[in-house]
Nanobody, 119 residues
């Protein structure tokens, strides 16, 4: 069983930066990839960013391109999300997820960490 734990959320002001971290435990070998999703109040969960360990590629939602950067280490089963120039519309619960059993399928999720950006 894989457990994912996020950290780093908080309350910030518009234009501030914040870094989220996610660490996985319970598995001895690598994942296909890991990513970040978010869910704002009253909205569907949406993709934010992901890293594909096999190809070394990173992917971003259009809304965060140029502001957010995902990084990580598959050997450590950990990723981070550097978020710059935060906007009120970035306010959401951010979830870490891992592709464990199958490439492209997120089958493990963290509990989420709240990010609130005040205007």
């Amino acid at each position: 069983q894989v457990q994912l734990e996020e950290s780093g959320g908080g309350l910030v002001q518009t234009g501030d930066s914040l870094t989220l971290s996610c660490e996985a435990s319970g598995r001895a070998f690598g994942f296909f990839g890991m990513g970040w999703f978010r869910q704002a109040p009253g909205k569907e969960r949406e993709f934010v960013a992901a890293v594909n360990w096999s190809g070394g590629n990173s992917y971003y939602a259009e809304s965060v391109k140029g502001r957010f950067t995902i990084s990580g280490d598959n050997n450590k089963h950990a990723i981070s999300l550097q978020m710059n120039n935060l906007k009120p519309e970035d306010t959401a619960v951010y979830y870490c997820a891992a592709q464990v059993a199958r490439k492209g399928q997120y089958d493990y999720w963290g509990q989420g960490t709240q990010v609130t950006v005040s205007s």
